[in-house]
């Protein structure tokens, strides 16, 4: 599997490193582009910095996550080729990828519990792009 960026605020550290933890036992590669303590940060620089690494490494993929997930995705949306995907559970993970091929998952901290994001993520990483139709549909985002 290729390489999996996290990033986080304070909001969503505890979730992403519990997360990190379970990819890692899972024996994929990763680089965590912080946050790294529990002081506030904002949202928006982390995304920046995990959604440029994503476009410059075009095999990796991203998880962002803050308190609901909402602020990153909105903030990652942003880029060119970036398809952030604010995820809550099974369905919405594995159809993010058929449907949407997203490239990057974002899970809210405050919102998600630990065995509902490590199922999301493993839902997510598992789920592929079903091409066809969506692709056609994914063409048309861009304006
Ligand atoms: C930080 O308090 C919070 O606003 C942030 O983590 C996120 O939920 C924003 O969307």
Redo the contacts with the bound molecule.
Sequence with gaps: MNKIYLAS????LGLKMKIIEYLKEADIKIEDLGTNSSD?VD?PDFAHKLCKKVLRNKSSQGILF???????SIAANRYKGIRAALCHDHFTAAMSKKHNDSNVLCI?G?TTGEETAKDIVKTWLESTFEEGRHTRRLGKIEI
Excluded at 9 to 12: M, T, V, W, Y
């Design positions: 605020d304070h909001g969503g506030s949202y803050c308190g609901t997930g909402l602020g990153m809210g405050r």
